[in-house]
């Protein structure tokens, strides 16, 4: 069983940004005022980034000490956590960005969260196709 956890973590992790990035931040944007959907997005788009660095590390840390021969999925969950950890990162500067009428700069970080997080889905969604069973 704890061999395939992290296959399942990689499931989890391209679920949540699926469902996130197609349902939940369009639906958003739709439904809520500007000023009301702003609040939530910045709310909700750290935890986002945090809770798929935490399954990306965790996932990496069952693969390391299960002694698993799943080198690309190990580079995957580094790489996935990694990139996670920067977009969290740089949130408050994206904010800062964007209150400041900075839009160049709020662009820029926006459309690199964007591509990290595409990124991200991409390797995770390559797991289910290199995985050793």
Do not use: E
């Not at 800062?96 to 820029?108: C, E, H, P, V, Y």
């Amino acid at each position: 069983m704890l061999k395939h956890l992290p296959l399942f973590l990689t499931g989890i992790i391209s679920g949540v940004i699926i469902y996130q990035s197609a349902m939940i931040a369009p639906s958003i944007n739709k439904l809520l005022s500007t000023q009301d959907a702003s609040t939530y997005l910045r709310f909700i788009w750290p935890k986002f980034f945090l809770i798929i660095a935490f399954l990306s590390i965790v996932g990496g840390i069952i693969i390391q000490f299960s002694n698993q021969d799943q080198s690309f999925a190990k580079i995957v969950f580094i790489v996935s956590s990694v990139l996670m950890l920067i977009c969290f990162f740089t949130v408050p500067f994206m904010n800062d960005a964007r209150d400041s009428g900075k839009q160049n700069l709020f662009f820029i970080l926006h459309a690199g969260s964007m591509i990290f997080t595409l990124i991200v889905l991409v390797i995770n969604l390559l797991i289910l196709i290199y995985w050793k069973y």
